[in-house]
C-alpha cells in the first residue's frame, strides 16, 4: 500500500502538466486582472444569501495584487446548560451530570448557566495574486489567521487568572489557475466536505462539528479541473492530505506536549504509511441568479494503531445547494464512513478500544479490543432572504450524528448528538452585520458491557444556546 499513493501523486500531477504540454508555450509576462470572484476565496465568514461585497481592501503593489480581509466578531453566549466547548459549544453535558461550585455544593448540568463574552474567533486575511502571468499561469496565495490558539495564563504578571489568546492558523496555501486547471497546495478546507452551516456562533469551527458537519483544515496537495457543460459545469478535485487521527480513546496525541514542533512520530495520530486520499465530483447550474451545486466525494486513509494492527478510514459524502426561488434556498450535506474522528465525526470517536491486560511479568494476558466505529450524519440549512435589499436573512436547520451502537465499547459511548437552530441578521451597514441565533442541542450515550452488550441509555443532555454577534467585516 506505501506504493500507492507515490502513484496517485504522480498521477495527479502529470493530469495538469499533460494541459501544459498541448497547449502552445506562453512566454507573455503580460498584466493580468485580478482574478473574478469566483476564483478568490471568499473572506469567511461567507454568508451565501447575501451578495458578495462591491468594495474590497485591495492595492497594486509592485507585481503583486494585495487584499486583506477580516471579521472583528463579538460574540455574547448565553449557555442554558454546561456545554462541552462552552464558547464554541459541541454538545450538553448528560443531565445526570453534576458541575461542583467553590464552596462545595453541586448542581445538575441542565440547570447551570455560563455566560461568555468572547472576541478570539475575529479573523485576518490575506491574499497575494501575481498580476502578471508566465506560461499562462496566474499565481496566488492566501494566509488566513483567527486568534482560537492556545490560551496559557500569565500568573506573573495577571495573578487575576486573565488569559491570553493566542493565533492560530486557519489557512495558507499556493494556488496556480491556468485556464479549466488549478493546483492548491497548503492547508485548506478537506475535500469532500465543501459547505458549513452559516453561523456567527461558529467561526473557529464550523456550526455542526460533532453534529453532522464533517470538517478539518489540513495540508494538502490538490488538483482541480472544470468543464463546461452545457449552461452548467462539472467540478472535478482529487488530492493527498495529510493523515491526522487523533483520536482521544487511543491517547495518540500524547507527544504533543506544547512544544512548538511535533513530537516523535508526531504524537502518533500520524502513523500511517500513506496520506489520505480524497476526491470529489460536483455539477453546477445557474438557477435564479444563483448556483445549483450537487456534489458527492469519496475519503479513504488508514490509521496504525498496532505493530501489525491497521484500521482504515472511509467515507461517501454527497452536498446540495438548491436555489428554489431568489427567496429560498435549500443547502445541505449528508455522509456515511467509518472511523472519521479526523472531520469530528462519530461525535468525536473514530475507534472503540479496551486496553490490554498486562501481567506483572508484562505479558499480555488479555490482547487488546479495537474496532472501527460506523457513522452518519448530516445537516440541512434554509436560507430565506426576508428583504428585497437582503440586508435581512433568516437561517434555520437541523444536524445530527449518530454512530453505529454495536460497534461501542466501554469507555465510548457517544451516540447521538443532534440540534436545531435558527437565526436572524441584519446589516446595520453594508460592512456591519448583527446576527442573533438560538440552538437547542440533545446528546445521548449508552453503557456497554465488557463483553460489547448494550445496556440501558444515559440520561440525555439537552441544552440551549443563545447568542448574540457583532460583526465588521473588511
Known amino acids: 500500500m506505501r506504493s500507492v499513493w507515490r502513484v496517485f501523486l504522480l498521477t495527479a500531477l502529470w493530469l495538469p502538466i499533460e494541459a501544459i504540454a498541448q497547449q502552445p508555450p506562453d512566454t507573455s509576462t503580460s498584466t493580468a486582472p485580478p482574478l473574478p470572484v469566483e476564483h478568490t476565496p471568499p473572506p469567511g465568514p461567507f454568508y451565501p444569501g447575501l451578495p458578495k461585497s462591491p468594495t474590497r481592501l485591495q492595492a497594486t503593489l509592485g507585481d503583486f495584487i494585495v487584499r486583506f480581509y477580516g471579521t472583528i466578531l463579538l460574540n455574547i453566549n448565553a449557555n442554558l446548560g454546561a456545554e462541552v466547548g462552552e464558547d464554541v459549544p459541541l454538545w450538553p453535558l448528560p443531565g445526570s451530570s453534576t458541575v461542583s461550585f467553590p464552596n462545595g455544593t453541586t448542581k445538575r448540568a441542565g440547570s447551570v448557566d455560563d455566560t461568555i463574552f468572547t472576541a478570539r474567533q475575529s479573523i485576518f486575511g490575506l491574499q497575494v495574486t501575481e498580476a502578471k502571468t508566465y506560461l499562462g499561469w496566474t499565481a496566488s496565495g492566501l494566509a488566513e489567521i483567527d486568534f482560537f490558539g492556545a490560551r496559557p495564563v500569565d500568573p506573573t504578571f495577571q495573578p487575576q487568572d486573565r488569559v491570553l489568546n493566542q493565533p492560530r492558523l486557519r489557512r495558507a496555501y499556493l494556488q496556480l489557475d491556468r485556464g479549466t486547471w488549478r493546483i492548491v497546495a497548503g492547508q ?21 462539528a460533532s453534529a453532522g458537519d464533517l470538517w478539518g483544515w489540513l495540508p494538502q496537495l490538490r488538483v482541480e479541473n472544470r468543464e463546461k457543460v452545457g449552461d452548467g459545469s462539472i467540478l472535478f478535485q482529487v488530492g493527498i492530505l495529510r493523515p491526522s487521527f487523533g483520536d482521544p480513546r487511543l491517547s495518540d496525541q500524547s507527544g504533543l506536549d506544547g512544544n512548538a514542533i511535533d513530537g516523535t512520530f508526531a504524537g502518533y495520530g500520524e502513523r500511517s504509511g500513506q496520506p489520505f486520499y480524497q476526491a470529489r465530483v460536483a455539477y453546477s447550474l445557474p438557477i435564479e441568479g444563483r448556483n445549483f451545486t450537487i456534489g458527492s ?84 440549512e434554509a436560507i430565506i432572504p426576508v428583504s428585497s435589499d437582503n440586508k435581512n436573512v433568516l437561517y434555520a436547520g437541523a444536524g445530527t450524528d ?42 445521548q450515550t449508552t453503557t456497554v458491557s465488557a463483553n460489547g452488550e448494550l445496556g440501558p441509555r444515559g ?16
Request: aromatic share 14%.
Open 402 to 443: 449518530h454512530p453505529k451502537e454495536r460497534d461501542l465499547l466501554p469507555g465510548t459511548t457517544r451516540t447521538r448528538n443532534s440540534f436545531i437552530w435558527a437565526s436572524y441578521f441584519h446589516k446595520i451597514t453594508p460592512a456591519v452585520t448583527t446576527a442573533f441565533e438560538w440552538s437547542y442541542w440533545n446528546f
Open 188 to 208: 485548506d478546507n478537506i475535500i469532500i466536505s465543501p459547505l458549513d452551516p452559516i453561523s456567527l456562533s461558529h467561526v473557529a469551527m464550523p456550526l455542526g
Open 459 to 474: 440520561t440525555p443532555g439537552r441544552g440551549n444556546v443563545i447568542n448574540l454577534s457583532i460583526a465588521y467585516q473588511f
Open 297 to 380: 466525494g469519496g475519503h479513504y486513509g488508514v490509521e496504525q494503531v498496532g505493530a501489525n494492527t491497521q484500521v482504515d478510514s472511509w467515507a461517501y459524502t454527497l452536498d446540495l445547494v438548491m436555489p428554489f426561488s431568489k427567496y429560498f434556498i435549500f443547502r445541505g450535506e449528508g455522509y456515511v464512513g467509518s472511523n472519521l474522528v479526523p472531520f469530528d465525526g462519530g461525535i468525536i470517536q473514530g475507534v472503540a478500544f479496551v486496553a490490554p491486560v498486562v501481567s506483572s511479568t508484562g505479558v499480555i494476558t488479555t490482547p487488546a479490543k479495537i474496532q472501527k466505529i460506523g457513522d452518519g450524519g448530516g445537516w440541512v
